[in-house]
């Protein structure tokens, strides 16, 4: 059983129940985020790439306790700001007890809010309590998602906020490489740029055979 909870634009947290991992941790600053830092607690901090609402408080989360898992280039920039960190990069898994995470392209652009370069953008595939999930970061429609998909995937996130990202259209087409039984929509209406319908999404993710979940920021999807 994996706990799933949405913390608003494409911040996400899972737990089995011993492992506490956090993606994206765009909290402090995000006008939707349901808690602060004070309030989560992760064993991981997964940063898909550098820009400030993905990276957000993933330092001040480390310096609680949790562990930066990111490029080699977030990674490094995370421990001179204090973090404990471990460097990767695309294709590379990392193993934890009860579960792996491996690394994945992303097409879009990554550096820090003071220009510091990010490295390359990621998406993550996460085994965590028998369930494997992707959480595709911030990228547009690419055809190797197809590839990602022979994972058996049991949940994805997708963003969908176009401008920045996929649209919606473009990301029920990810769903058909993917192929994966449930489907969450991040990176959507934090900003004006990027509003869009996740409840209009997660009815059409149906029509592609897929099990389409809207959660609001704070709302809870357990996989069993």
């Known amino acids: 059983m994996v706990e799933v909870r949405y913390l608003g634009h494409s911040a996400v947290w899972l737990s089995d129940g011993k492992t506490k991992v956090v993606i994206d941790p765009f909290l402090s600053g995000n006008p939707l985020a349901p808690v602060g830092v004070g309030e989560v607690q992760a064993d991981l901090i997964l940063v898909t ?8 408080d993933a330092v001040a989360l ?3 306790g949790g562990t930066v898992v990111s490029t080699f280039e977030i990674a490094t920039y995370a421990e001179k700001h204090g973090a404990k960190a471990v460097p990767m990069n695309i294709g590379g898994t990392y193993r934890f007890p009860g579960g ?4 994945f392209p992303a097409w879009h652009s990554s550096s820090f809010p003071d220009g510091t370069y990010g490295g390359m953008p990621m998406g993550v595939v996460v085994e965590l309590g028998g369930k494997r ?23 994805a996130f997708l963003p969908i ?5 996929m649209g919606p259209e473009d990301a029920l087409k990810a769903l058909e490489l993917l192929r994966p039984k449930r489907v969450v929509p991040i990176h959507y209406n934090t900003f004006p740029p990027i509003r869009q319908d ?16 809207a959660l609001r920021p704070g709302g809870v999807l357990v996989l069993d």
């Open 198 to 213: 996740g409840d209009a999404f997660a009815e059409r993710a149906k029509e592609k055979g897929v099990e389409g979940h």
């Open 49 to 56: 790439h550098a820009h400030g609402d993905h990276f957000g």
């Open 161 to 165: 906020g176009d401008h920045f990202t």
């Open 133 to 155: 999930i992707y959480h595709a970061g911030d990228t547009a429609l690419f055809s190797d998602m197809r590839l990602i998909g022979e994972l058996d995937l049991d949940l």
């Open 62 to 64: 480390s310096k609680k």
């Open 100 to 103: 792996w995470l491996k690394w």
